[in-house]
């Protein structure tokens, strides 16, 4: 006899999570529609991405991964298995999180999106060649393979050379005055002077006297002579020591200062160095490529006019109108492949096709400004996002969750409307989505709603609501609800009157060509336009530029090591520019940006605001320390003497599990604290070094709140609202939003002397809107204290209360480039040439109704 076929979430259409725990989700049970756009809203830090990716998505790959070989597992990044009692009528997962720099340099909006691929096809099929040459395969239209590289310059496009101009900036120093500039700066420097001592050469007479032959040698040779080094002693002691056979300091080796500079580039683990190296290295375009990387024969096969590397230079926008003839049968040059009906007709039909629908759908969701060749490590996490978003819709999978992260990042609310449908095609081919979202518009979009909340960190993690969008309105305590159905009042400030005007003239960079722009002082100044219209050219690159040239390189940045190879890095100039007024009103620049404030977990936010340096030197003013001689530094996990040896600080062991993924277990030894026994018997008001360590900014803040040096950092961290953060989390679990605030609160600490310019590009980003008002309350500080902010932006929040507008565009790319409009908010609002207007008129209307 059949049994009935039970009524549970696998065939309701509802995925079931029960006893979620990941992170700071508190033992939470809900269930989610299948099929629709469910949107997890909440503050930054509630717990939405923990619901999402470290719960949902997680789970759904650990059992697609169950499914596959062990040694295919491998290959995947595996994310730790979550924290949850049992998950019901999870389909297959597509992440698509967000991602800083991602990729190489050799790595490609065409290679992401695989048009690269579809383009070499083409041109190997159906390509114009030059008369008797041989066909070539795909793999020779590619800069990444032995057959398409450039053999001169081995596909980087410039060929490097090290001369004794790039080497010796200042002839007139002496070897001993450091003329080799390009040897390092420590001991080895020393160490390569005193051998040049025991060969015989004069290391106190200026280099440009030296004879040719010996510079040529110091700086060319290949010979490695290993020699004795008699330290402190000049060149006339050094040979009598050596004819009385006296012991030498050392035995040293020789390397030429060109073979030194190729060798540390070529061979150092340190970005620092690499790039320290890089700049003796003169770079100037490859003679054979002419910069574009392929081998000549590659070059020389053409389709519509272009050869390969042009073709990829172009605009997505412009490829489509290259190839849409193609696509429909109207192109003129079909009749020259001999019809529709020939092999290259045919193979140049079908490709045309196929790139014209992958092209439209990046068009559509605002990417026509791009061009195949752009390296992915310059695209903002927004930008690659949506890349991955536009392959997966033309992929027609059927049954999938995808989860995606803040998609609307980066995108101005024109982009934002292009994007809702192209989520709206993937749910229609019969896939769930699952967004982690921030922006009103998308939230409005919503089949379904998962509040989570109410605050961050430990006051998060419950789920506040989940249904309908319309049901969130009588759920109080939801921080969503005040601004979803617009229930806050907002009074809109005066503008502030500018102080003077920075005006920088003839701009040229990327989009921008001979561009006048002035940026009122003494305001808070919102720069607008469309993604890719120019924005951060004109702010973060060629205004910062200026500035820092102006200020003699003087601005508060941050300086982390980048991972890239530094001579792939797309290098990208500002053709023209100048600052024609007002830069002498301004003392002092701070850029603050997205970047990680560490790359290892031992950078957190108490190292980065200096928080931890007067922590320390409170627990080294305690009696028992003080009788014990612990200094601050004992109280380092990064210091040998306070920390745990087992783990070397770092409070955690990795596991190998082989086929599994390595899980990071508390070190067995210190149980996770960091350091050892001995220094944590040392304690302030009952607590060690590692129990506040262990504390939210919320807790510390009340722990010190007698000691004025820690409190006034851990208040203007609750004041940008990150008093969830605990203060030792480490720098690689914060977001780019995240970072920035840390970034801005450690500025605020400063006494303002009120003459900083500050530069801050789309500081909203990952921002809940209860956030982004704790933000522009810190902005308006900065101003009121006669500071000059200019800030990139989509947030018409932020743009609204603004006291001056510059709308760049009107489109993107070539399209864009230009000052549309500048004025304040309500002046910009009434230009019918600005994409922003329509959006800013509508939240003024709202601030004011």
Known sequence: MNKPIENTSQNNGFVSIRGARQ??????????????????????????SSLAFGTLYAEAQR?????????????????????????EGLPPAVALQQQRGSGTTRSSVGSV?????????????????????????????STNTPEGVCPTCHGLGRIYEVTEKSMVLDDSLTIREGAVDSWPKAW????????????????????????????????????????????????????????????????????????????????????????????????????????????????????????????SRLPLKKL?????????????????????STEKGIVAQRIA???????????????????????????????????????????????????????????????????????????????????????????????????????????????????????????????????????????????????????????????????QASFPLGVLTSVTGISGSGKSSLVSQVLVELMSTQLGNSHSSEKEEEDE???????????????????????????????????????????????FDVVRKLFASTKLAKSRHYRAGRFSFNVGNGRCPNCEGEGFVMVELLFLPSVYAPCPVCEGTRYNPETLEVTYREKNIAQVLGMTVNEAAEFFEQEDRVIRPLKVLQEVGLGYLRLGQPATEL????????????????????????????????????DVEKLQLQLARLVDAGNTVIVVEHDMQVIAASDWVIDIGPGAGEEGGKVVVAGTPEKVSQNKESKTAVYLARTLNRLEG
């Open 353 to 515: 096709e196929d790139l014209v629908a992958r092209v439209d759908i990046l068009l559509e969701l605002g990417l026509g400004y791009l061009s195949l060749e752009r390296s992915t490590p310059t695209l903002s996490p927004g930008e690659h996002q949506r890349l991955r978003l536009a392959t997966q819709v033309r992929s027609n999978l059927f049954g999938v969750v995808y989860v995606l992260d803040e998609p609307s990042a980066g995108l101005h609310p024109a982009d934002t409307e292009a994007l809702l449908k192209t989520l709206d095609r993937l749910k229609a081919c019969g896939n769930s989505l699952f967004v982690v979202e921030h922006e009103m518009d998308v939230i409005r979009h919503a089949d379904w709603l998962v509040d989570v909340g109410p605050d961050a960190g430990e006051g998060g993690g419950e789920i506040l609501y989940s249904g309908p969008p319309a049901g969130l309105k009588n759920i109080l305590r939801s921080k969503t609800r005040e601004h979803f159905f617009n229930s806050l009042p907002f009074k809109k400030p005066e503008p502030r009157k500018p102080s003077g005007w920075l005006s920088l003239s003839g701009v040229t960079r990327n989009n921008l060509s001979k561009l």
């Open 188 to 311: 080895q420097g020393k160490n390569l002077r005193d051998i040049l001592v025991t060969l015989q050469y004069d290391v106190d007479v200026p280099w440009k006297e030296l004879p040719k032959k010996d510079r040529d040698w110091i700086l060319f040779t290949d010979d490695k002579p290993k020699v004795p080094v008699y330290r402190n002693l000049d060149k006339n002691d050094v040979q009598i020591a050596i004819k009385e056979k006296r012991e030498p300091s050392y035995m040293g080796t020789y390397t030429g200062a060109k073979n030194l500079v190729l060798h540390t580039f070529a061979n150092t683990q340190s970005a620092m160095m690499k790039k320290r190296v890089s700049k003796y290295m003169l770079s100037s375009e490859c003679p054979t490529c002419h910069g574009k990387r392929l081998r000549p024969e590659s070059l020389s096969v053409t389709f519509a006019g272009y050869d390969i590397a042009d073709i």
């Open 735 to 770: 977001s780019g939003g995240e970072a920035q605030r840390i970034k801005l609160a450690k500025e605020l600490q400063r006494l303002s002397r009120g003459t900083t310019l500050y530069i801050l590009d789309e500081p909203t980003t990952g921002l809940h809107p209860t």
């Open 320 to 340: 489509r109108s290259i190839f849409s003839p193609y696509n429909d049968g109207s192109a003129p040059n079909l009749a020259k492949f001999g019809g529709k």
């Open 23 to 48: 992170h700071n989700l508190k033992n939470i049970s809900l269930e989610i529609p299948r099929d629709a756009l469910v949107v997890f809203t909440g503050i930054s830090g509630s717990g939405k």
């Open 113 to 141: 999106t695989t048009l690269s691929n579809l383009l070499r096809m083409l041109y190997s099929r159906a390509g114009d060649y030059p008369p008797h040459q041989p066909l070539l395969y795909a793999d020779s239209f």
């Open 565 to 611: 190879d530094h001579l792939q890095e797309d290098v990208v100039e500002t053709i023209g520019g100048e600052i024609t007024a007002g830069s002498e009103n301004i003392k002092r620049m701070v850029v603050v940006n997205q970047k990680p404030i560490g790359r290892t977990p031992r950078s957190n936010l108490a190292t980065y605001t200096g928080l």
């Open 63 to 87: 059992r697609y991964l169950e499914s596959v070989s062990p040694y295919a597992r491998r290959l995947f990044h595996q994310m730790p298995i979550p924290e949850v009692d049992e998950i």
